[in-house]
């Protein structure tokens, strides 16, 4: 019987990093498209039938190049960093909640906040070990925004966790029957997105990776089949952070269409922040994490505290 369980564990990982893989070469091709619409411009549409092929075509062309390799750089840390990314981007899909075999667990909300503290590692060993002062920089930028927003957004799925009284994420199926979430606490709802948009570097945050002052942030010296990785990684936690929102605040129905209905839809509000809104200033991002998000999240905290406790004394 436990050989079973592993095989079939094995079987529905295997499974579901597959669906995940292809949802992210499409979630590529939808961004791109809906940014030539934001900006009044073709997307890709040119492989295949309207651009369908494009991901795929894209992966081939990055894979077949040549992989940098900077003289200067410490080899082995620079060489697995976008393999130990990847991996934990995929890893943390664990928690997703399976009725059968292993794969949902009692404490799941404690081992994504693991994951979520791991990733920072892969970005600053990544920035560290090119051995580049434009590289490092982003590693240090990136160190600092997600150690900034990681608070906030602990203290408010803290906040929910509260009201279902358990780390398991299918109480969030049950308690959200009749109600979701998002109606009684929209402030909370609309503080964690954008602390999820910090938490994967993403417009208006992306300050690891910003352009203009850095050239492309820790990644720079990346090419080929290492930048592949940390891209690849980066929109596998954009889909991750778009299925959690859709978990704890929009109904926590996984069975039903409606909740890959709702998950598209807030990946794409990912898409349209970034095709609307310019970079923060640096200053002004730590101001709204420590300054307004914080003090948000442990209100919130606070108020689900007491109003469980009152709910139980009267009970």
Known sequence: MMFYDLFMFSLNFILLVICVLISVAFLTLLERSVLGYIQIRSGPNKVGFIGMPQPFSDAIKLVCKEQPIPILSNYLLYYFSPVLSLMIALLVW??????????????????????????????????????????????????????????????????????????????FLYYQLYSWFIVFSLPLFLSCFASCLAETNRTPFDFAEGESELVSGFNIEYGAGGFTLIFLAEYTSIIFMSMLLTLVFLGGDFYSLLFFIKLALVSFIFVWVRGTLPRFRYDKLMYLAWSSFLPLSLNFLIFFVGLKTLLFNII
């Open 94 to 171: 664990l928690i997703f909640p399976y009725m059968t075999h292993m794969c949902s667990f009692s404490y799941g909300f404690l081992f994504f906040l693991c994951c979520t503290s791991l990733s920072v590692y892969t970005i600053m060993i990544a920035g560290w070990s090119s051995n580049s002062n434009y590289s490092l920089l982003g590693s240090m930028r990136s160190v600092a925004q997600t150690i900034s927003y990681e608070v906030s957004l602990a203290l408010i799925l803290l906040s929910s966790i509260m009201l279902i009284g358990s780390f398991n994420i299918m109480g």
